[in-house]
């Protein structure tokens, strides 16, 4: 009787060390996880390249405007040159006018997207670098859990052992 307690004690012993498989799985599901947030964060850095980019653009289309302007402006003062000099101080004045409010306008709404797009980017490089982080803390916690499991599977070897010699004991 003494030889079948301490062989259930054996099996017990074993049974502890295979939690140790479960926790190593958990790590590993947890690691997969950060890589997938990892992947969405540099997909948001993206994004936010892309707006930046989408602004210059419209800054530049915005200057583009601009010069049209002032060469319609050019322009109207070329034929009003003909009338007096009212007409042409007036046709000036408008040209002007339009000129800087089209480029308060647009500088102002670039400015504003790329502010956007700089907060997102550096936003989600700072969510990258935190990922980054808990990935590696992840992966040093997954290799000492896989010495661990080394661990208690060189004991498990020792009872699976210790078990077929009682068994051929017992035979």
Known sequence: MNQYQEAADNI????????????????L???GSVAQAAKEA????????????????????????????????????AAAEGNASTILASAQEKADGIVAQAIEASQ???QAIVDRAQA???????????????AQQLESSAAAL??????????????????DALRAKLG
């Not at 498989?21 to 790590?27: L, P, T």
């Not at 993206?46 to 653009?57: G, I, P």
């Not at 997102?120 to 808990?134: P, Q």
């Not at 010495?147 to 070897?157: M, N, R, T, Y």
């Open 12 to 27: 017990r012993r074993i049974s502890k060390a295979l939690e140790g498989f479960k926790v190593a799985a958990e790590a």
């Open 120 to 134: 997102t980017a550096d936003k989600a490089l700072e969510t990258v670098a935190k990922l980054t982080e808990s």
């Open 42 to 77: 540099e997909k948001a850095a993206a994004a936010a390249r892309a707006e930046v980019d989408s602004a210059k653009a419209e800054l530049t289309k915005a200057k583009d405007d601009a010069k049209k302007a002032k060469e319609k402006a050019a322009d109207l003062i």
């Open 146 to 163: 896989d010495d661990e499991i080394k661990a208690k599977q060189s004991q498990l070897d020792k009872l699976n052992a210790a078990i």
């Open 29 to 31: 599901d947890s690691i």
């Open 108 to 110: 102002a709404k670039a």
